[in-house]
């Protein structure tokens, strides 16, 4: 019977979100736990929408992160249902509305920005819930059994009860191998990832001096490209260098005989594509990723983040089946927008990617004033 109601239930839901003939706008309640670097960045990602709103964000502890959530008007939660811990948030001077149990109960989904490697025990507390939820790239896809990138496979997370983000790295290849799998019908990849030692605000790691190699072979990100598009055959190794603000990826793909495509089609192809971003480097005179960074902070954006992937187009070159480019990942943003976009699919409120990605991006940038 119980899980008659919950599936009954979520109809319902999924039925008023959908329903359009009233007028009445139907908003999506959306609560973040762990509002750190991803989770206050989806959580602004969120809030820009007209079809969602944040019902709260969680907090471990009182810290500088609360004054945020205060300026910003999202009500604050502490992560644990521990009665001393939520009384702290009061002691330092924060309206602390309850327990993650409370925040879950009046939400429809979550999304849940926490550090890696919690995610098993937080989703079984999702589940006791009974509400959809979606985690980021440093769970395994074996813990949620669905992946999600908006332009790989949105359809098949549709109406799902909870899915995973993939990771800023894998997010990144999947923006430019999918529409060539699509064109070419088959893709084999070799990839370097070339990736930051640590984030910007890290302070307990990084940097190193060192270059330092991940002898597991292959890294995690090409094999996880496969988790959202299994038909795309591709491998990576990865080096940590010493820098904070970007990663690079050395990408080596092959076409198949008569794949009818130039250098040129393959810009093109990109240019079509959202979050993608092409410049000629040595017409731009951007030609590193900390130029890269200057340049979205220079077009204004906030925390200078850069959603879109960065190609260079005089970095790409097609000999014969033989596709060689470089592109550039911003990993703390590229997701971000990728996260609303899961909870229309898990909401079964837009099977249209694209409509989706362009809902999204246009009320970020009305929302940031850009």
């Not at 300026?71 to 604050?76: D, F, L, S």
């Not at 959809?132 to 992946?147: C, D, R, V, Y």
Request: glycine share 8%; charged share 20%; with cysteine.
């Amino acid at each position: 019977m119980g899980d008659f109601l919950s599936v009954f239930l979520n109809d319902l839901l999924i039925e008023g979100l959908q329903r359009q003939s009233t007028g009445e706008r139907l908003t999506v309640k959306v609560a973040i736990n762990g509002y750190g670097t991803i989770g206050k960045r989806v959580a602004d990602a969120v809030d820009a929408q007209d079809d969602m709103e944040i019902v709260g964000v969680t907090k471990t502890r009182p810290s500088f992160g609360c004054d945020l959530a205060v300026r910003k008007g999202y009500p604050i939660y502490c992560t644990f249902d521990d009665p001393d811990r939520i009384a702290a948030f009061s002691n330092a001077g924060y309206e602390c509305h309850g327990g993650l149990s409370d925040l879950l109960s009046i939400a429809d989904v979550v999304v849940d920005c926490s550090p890696g490697k919690v995610g098993a025990s937080n989703k079984e507390k999702y589940q006791s819930a009974d509400i959809k939820w979606i985690f980021q790239g440093g769970e395994k896809h074996a813990m949620t059994e669905l992946s999600y990138t908006s332009s790989a496979n949105h359809e098949q997370n549709m109406n799902a009860q909870g899915t995973r983000v993939v990771s800023c790295n894998t997010t990144g290849l999947s923006r430019t191998l999918v529409p060539l799998y699509e064109h070419c019908g088959e893709l084999k990849v070799e990839c370097t990832m070339i990736r930051r030692a640590a984030d910007p605000g890290d302070s307990s790691k990084g940097p190193i001096n060192a270059i330092k190699p991940v002898l597991k072979v292959p890294s995690h990100h090409g094999p996880d490209v496969m988790t959202v598009k299994p038909e795309i055959s591709i491998n990576s190794m990865a080096v940590a260098v010493p820098t904070t603000i970007m990663h690079v990826h050395v990408i080596v793909a092959t076409l198949p005989e008569g794949h009818g495509l130039t250098t040129e089609k393959v810009i093109s192809m990109w240019e079509e594509q959202p979050r993608v971003l092409l410049m000629n480097g040595n017409e731009t005179g951007i030609t590193t990723t900390a130029e890269v960074m200057e340049f979205a902070r220079d077009i204004g954006r906030k925390w200078g983040d850069l959603h879109e992937i960065f190609v260079w187009t005089d970095g790409v070159k097609l000999e014969h089946n033989t596709l060689y480019y470089f592109q550039a990942i911003h990993q703390e943003s590229d997701v971000i927008p990728e996260n609303v976009d899961a909870i229309r699919a898990l909401l079964g409120v837009e099977s249209d990617w694209k409509k989706s990605v362009a809902k999204t991006d246009a009320a970020i940038s009305k929302y940031n004033n850009i």
